[in-house]
């Protein structure tokens, strides 16, 4: 059963750039939720994308957006790079439904602005 | 006010120790409760979740909610070194879609 994919695992970038995510949800899921992990905090919710659209979204800027693909594959961009985007960006599958509370996280890209 | 309240530690217990782990929060809209284990530089893994007040337990593990004073646990059995990890705390409520808040995590360190 495959679970959540991430990829890059890592990626530098410099301040200004522009950076995109991407993550494969788990085998039968088809909700996908991104969020942004700083050192030493809880991961926090950027956004949640299901049937191709954006459903919710946290507190994040617009320079934060993403995409859902029809095979339920997702990408999240960030635009014009802050320092403080340094971070690991989370991705979390699950299926909608009565349980879409119970999501399976991917290991993560560890994204390092300079 | 943050919506979840989660204290960092580190803690720091001897192996076959008994562990508790809480957080309180805020809003009392939370509907479902879980806790996440989180080992270095990798993602997050569910460990419970729980739905109503009462306890839940799960082998070693077991997780207990007050709803009354907003108040949730997790406790540790027998810890072992591989238990020393983050453990995150996360409340979910429906906004047409489950939205998650986490705490932000508690280092354990189990000594063998």
């Known amino acids: 059963d495959a679970g959540v994919t991430q990829s890059p695992t890592h990626l530098i970038k410099t301040r200004g750039q522009q950076v995109t995510l991407r993550c494969s949800p788990k085998s039968g899921h088809d909700t996908v939720s991104w969020y942004q992990q700083a050192l030493g905090q809880g991961p926090q919710f950027i956004f949640q994308y299901y049937e191709e659209e954006e459903r919710q979204r946290g507190n994040f800027p617009d320079r934060f957006s993403g995409h859902q693909f029809p095979n339920y594959s997702s990408e999240l961009n960030v635009n014009a790079l802050l320092l403080g985007d340094s971070a690991l960006y989370l991705c979390?599958?699950?299926?909608?439904?009565?349980?879409?509370?119970?999501?399976?996280f991917g290991p993560g890209t560890r994204l390092t602005v300079t | 006010q943050k919506e979840v309240e989660q204290d960092p530690g580190p803690l720091s217990v001897p192996e076959g120790a008994i562990v508790s782990l809480n957080c309180t929060y805020s809003?009392?809209?939370?509907?479902?409760f879980m806790w996440y284990r989180q080992y270095s530089r990798k993602g997050p893994e569910l460990l419970m979740y729980t739905y109503s007040s009462g306890n839940k337990e799960d082998g070693r593990f077991t997780a207990q909610v007050d709803k009354s004073s907003k108040y949730i646990s997790l406790f540790i059995r027998d810890s072992q070194p591989s238990d020393s990890a983050t453990y995150l705390c996360?409340?979910?409520?429906?906004?047409?879609?489950?939205?998650?808040?986490f705490g932000a995590g508690t280092r354990l360190f189990v000594k063998a």
């Open positions: 996360a409340m979910s409520v429906y906004t047409g879609g489950f939205k998650t808040i």
């Open positions: 979390a599958s699950s299926l909608e439904g009565d349980s879409s509370y119970e999501q399976y």
């Open positions: 809003n009392s809209a939370f509907q479902y």
